[in-house]
């Protein structure tokens, strides 16, 4: 049996998912929520063997939802569900912990067969978000690659975030404070011109600042 948690602000959506993959043979929802708000709290409380995400949702986005059921319990899986297919959205899933990434669009046909597949500890992708994938990886360095200015250290922060690192791991992994930690968080927003940690290691895979 594996056992399913959605987190989906459309209330409609929502409602269809949880019929859908509690009808089916094999499967059944142990939890159903419009936000990650209290995420961590309820993974721990309903142990899912897969989460299945929305990324646009008040309060607690999908992207901050990945990273706290993975600081919560790295053996979860997920599997975004989303609209998105841009490039920072993507990444932002995939660096933040993401398992899996199935457009919205594709829900009738792949949904199921995706839940069992990264229960099993595959990766199922919508056809387009795979060959995105590996075009970004397999794309040669550009050879006046911008660095931005990160300094050693804090390509060091960014590698870690990458890994799913939090700022108390960070600060105890590099042998310095939590408020240090922020603070070259902050150098590091300023000179890669961004607003948080998952836009940061998104752009930085991106632009091959660091390895995703």
């Known amino acids: 049996m594996i056992s399913v948690s959605i ?7 929502r409602s269809l998912l949880e019929l859908l993959i509690s009808s089916t043979a094999g499967f059944a929802v142990v939890g159903a929520y419009p936000n990650g708000q ?10 899912p063997d897969v989460v299945l995400m929305d990324i646009d949702m008040p309060g607690v986005d999908g992207i901050e939802g990945v990273r706290r059921v993975k ?10 569900h989303t609209v998105f297919d841009d490039d920072d959205r993507l990444f932002a899933c995939l660096s933040n912990g993401a398992d899996g990434y199935l457009l919205k669009r594709d829900t ?7 839940l069992r597949e990264v229960t099993e500890g595959g990766g199922p992708m919508s056809p387009g978000i795979a060959k995105r994938v ?17 300094t050693p250290r804090e390509h060091q922060l960014l590698e870690l975030l990458a890994r799913g690192y939090t700022y108390r791991m960070i600060s105890l992994d590099c042998s310095i404070s939590v408020e240090t930690v922020r603070r ?3 150098n590091i927003y300023q000179k890669l011109h961004v607003q948080c940690s998952t836009e940061a290691v998104a752009k930085a ?3 091959r600042i660091i390895q995703g």
Request: proline share 5%.
């Open 7 to 13: 987190y989906e602000d459309n209330e409609k959506l």
């Open 38 to 47: 209290s995420i961590a709290g309820q993974v721990r409380r309903d142990q």
């Open 71 to 80: 600081e919560t319990n790295a053996g979860i899986r997920i599997l975004m």
């Open 108 to 114: 009738s046909t792949h949904l199921l067969q995706a």
């Open 134 to 150: 590996l075009q970004t990886f397999h794309r040669p360095p550009h050879p006046e690659r911008n660095d931005h200015g990160i």
């Open 184 to 186: 070259h968080l902050k």
């Open 205 to 207: 895979i991106r632009e």
